[in-house]
């Protein structure tokens, strides 16, 4: 069954032909809510007219009528003398034969949902299936009237607000840069390997989940055992167990580490810190965990996405439009749940080659979308990875080697997150301390 209304759309740009101010109620209907053609095109030439001041009648759009193949064939500038007579009379009637129009097109979107998923269904994952026909249905329903806000609104909205705090990370220093994670807002946290953004954004999601708040964290490069066994390892540095501290290597290589010591470590993890270390993720994936996060939880407070690059997108024509799929697709995952999104993001090998190896923004990998679509783009550095990797030659005198192994263990425990790009606040570095091979990350006043 096709779902159209061409009646309706006839009245519509018949009303129109006989008077532009109708368009003004019909802010809400787009060309591609029409179901014919030759409609779409005279409607989206109609509004075009009038965005540039142009008079938008039967005799104007003559010419256009009649060089259009689709419009020239039913009569050109004929059909546009028809559809006067066919034209709402009233104001209120356009607007109503408009709501029509709009959940016509509704109808058809939904039916193509449901004709993809039966078709990929026989031999398509489950998963895939569902996450895909969730998206189409939640686009789908996006079809009501309207979403635009009076500034007034929206000022008194805002107001009504101003006391809800933002999400505090639980690292002081960040939160006074930051003023915390904001709901609908994507954070971009980036870095060379072993820079510590994993860890900045395992101590981050902890925090938070410590606090009460619920994290939905997505892993897409480390399994859930092994962000299991890292929050074990960082539990264990906290100073009540003393020195029963167990560094993360340890766990992972099988080292013999008392076991009553770990399910002590287990029991006080967070269990409202939940973790999806599925693979190759897509955008409608990670928003359908996400959501059942949140009713299984009856809360949601961040996602966390580890990281982005490792994210599969819809279109597959090239690196750079793929990454700009991702980056965009989070943040409006950010606005639709109304919850903050703080994504890991490699940066490119370009900063191996220079001399000072401190991010900027043009190193964010891959595409410039993501210092787009962030909010907030934070960069991890640790001088003391390269600098152990730069010591003095053999034969340097004595003196450059006291000063190199000085200077090393200045900077030994020295994470610099440098807040390169933020909408609303700041941008400068923040020097915290960190225990990679606890992953922990701390203020240095905490520490």
Same mark, same amino acid.
């Given at each position: 069954?096709?779902?159209?209304?061409?009646?309706?759309?006839?009245?519509?740009?018949?009303?129109?032909?006989?008077?532009?101010?109708?368009?003004?109620?019909?802010?809400?209907?787009?060309?591609?809510?029409?179901?014919?053609?030759?409609?779409?095109?005279?409607?989206?030439?109609?509004?075009?007219?009038?965005?540039?001041?142009?008079?938008?009648?039967?005799?104007?759009?003559?010419?256009?009528?009649?060089?259009?193949?689709?419009?020239?064939?039913?009569?050109?500038?004929?059909?546009?003398?028809?559809?006067?007579?066919?034209?709402?009379?009233?104001?209120?009637?356009?607007?109503?034969?408009?709501?029509?129009?709009?959940?016509?097109?509704?109808?058809?979107?939904?039916?193509?949902?449901?004709?993809?998923?039966?078709?990929?269904?026989?031999?398509?994952?489950?998963?895939?299936?569902?996450?895909?026909?969730?998206?189409?249905?939640?686009?789908?329903?996006?079809?009501?009237?309207?979403?635009?806000?009076?500034?007034?609104?929206?000022?008194? @909205?805002?107001?009504?607000? #101003?006391? =809800? /705090? +933002? &999400?505090?990370?639980? *690292?002081?220093?960040?939160?006074?840069?930051? !003023? $915390?994670?904001?709901?609908?807002?994507?954070?971009?946290? @980036?870095?060379?390997?072993? #820079?510590? =953004? /994993? +860890? &900045?954004?395992?101590? *981050?999601?902890?925090?938070?989940?410590?606090? !009460? $708040?619920?994290?939905?964290?997505?892993?897409?490069?480390?399994?859930?055992?092994?962000?299991?066994?890292?929050?074990?390892?960082?539990?264990?540095?906290?100073?009540?167990?003393?020195?029963?501290?167990?560094?993360?290597?340890?766990?992972?290589?099988?080292?013999?580490?008392?076991?009553?010591?770990?399910?002590?470590?287990?029991?006080?993890?967070?269990?409202?810190?939940?973790?999806?270390?599925?693979?190759?993720?897509?955008?409608?994936?990670?928003?359908?965990?996400?959501?059942?996060?949140?009713?299984?939880?009856?809360?949601?407070?961040?996602?966390?996405?580890?990281?982005?690059?490792?994210?599969?997108?819809?279109?597959?024509?090239?690196?750079?439009?793929?990454?700009?799929?991702?980056?965009?697709?989070?943040?409006?995952?950010?606005?639709?749940?109304?919850?903050?999104?703080?994504?890991?993001?490699?940066?490119?090998?370009?900063?191996?080659?220079?001399?000072?190896?401190?991010?900027?923004?043009?190193?964010?990998?891959?595409?410039?979308?993501?210092?787009?679509?962030?909010?907030?783009?934070?960069?991890?550095?640790?001088?003391?990875?390269?600098?152990?990797?730069?010591?003095?030659?053999?034969?340097?005198?004595?003196?450059?080697?006291?000063?190199?192994?000085?200077?090393?263990?200045?900077?030994?425990?020295?994470?610099?997150?440098?807040?390169?790009?933020?909408?609303?606040?700041?941008?400068?570095?923040?020097?915290?301390?960190?225990?990679?091979?606890?992953?922990?990350?701390?203020?240095?006043?905490?520490?």
């Amino acid at each position: 069954m096709t779902y159209h209304r061409l009646d309706a759309e006839q009245a519509i740009l018949g009303a129109l032909l006989l008077d532009g101010a109708v368009l003004e109620h019909l802010s809400a209907l787009d060309a591609e809510h029409f179901y014919d053609p030759v409609h779409q095109r005279l409607y989206t030439e109609i509004r075009r007219l009038a965005g540039i001041g142009r008079s938008a009648d039967a005799m104007s759009l003559k010419a256009w009528a009649n060089a259009d193949p689709g419009c020239a064939e039913i009569g050109g500038h004929a059909y546009l003398l028809k559809l006067m007579p066919a034209a709402a009379t009233l104001t209120y009637q356009a607007v109503s034969y408009a709501e029509i129009v709009r959940d016509m097109a509704a109808r058809r979107a939904l039916a193509a949902a449901l004709q993809d998923a039966s078709t990929a269904l026989p031999t398509g994952d489950v998963l895939d299936v569902t996450a895909a026909l969730e998206a189409s249905l939640r686009t789908v329903g996006d079809h009501g009237d309207g979403f635009g806000a009076d500034l007034d609104d929206a000022s008194a @909205a805002f107001i009504a607000h #101003m006391d =809800k /705090t +933002a &999400l505090s990370t639980g *690292i002081l220093a960040l939160d006074e840069r930051l !003023g $915390g994670l904001h709901p609908g807002e994507l954070t971009i946290l @980036a870095g060379r390997p072993s #820079m510590g =953004k /994993t +860890a &900045l954004a395992d101590q *981050i999601a902890r925090n938070i989940a410590e606090a !009460g $708040g619920v994290v939905h964290f997505a892993s897409l490069e480390m399994p859930k055992e092994a962000l299991a066994a890292r929050s074990m390892s960082a539990f264990s540095w906290r100073r009540e167990y003393g020195t029963q501290r167990v560094q993360y290597y340890h766990l992972r290589n099988g080292s013999n580490v008392d076991r009553g010591l770990l399910h002590s470590l287990a029991a006080e993890l967070p269990r409202s810190l939940v973790i999806d270390d599925r693979a190759g993720q897509t955008l409608a994936q990670l928003e359908q965990s996400a959501r059942a996060t949140r009713r299984r939880k009856k809360r949601l407070d961040v996602i966390v996405v580890d990281y982005l690059q490792l994210m599969c997108a819809a279109r597959g024509d090239g690196r750079v439009n793929e990454i700009t799929e991702i980056s965009q697709g989070l943040k409006v995952i950010a606005k639709r749940l109304g919850v903050p999104v703080v994504a890991l993001s490699q940066l490119s090998r370009g900063v191996e080659s220079r001399e000072n190896k401190r991010p900027g923004l043009s190193d964010l990998r891959d595409s410039g979308s993501i210092e787009q679509d962030a909010d907030v783009v934070l960069a991890c550095y640790r001088e003391e990875y390269y600098l152990s990797r730069n010591p003095p030659a053999p034969e340097a005198p004595v003196g450059d080697h006291v000063a190199w192994k000085a200077k090393l263990e200045r900077v030994r425990c020295d994470l610099e997150v440098i807040t390169l790009k933020q909408r609303a606040g700041p941008t400068g570095t923040d020097v915290l301390t960190c225990h990679l091979e606890y992953d922990v990350i701390r203020d240095r006043v905490a520490a």
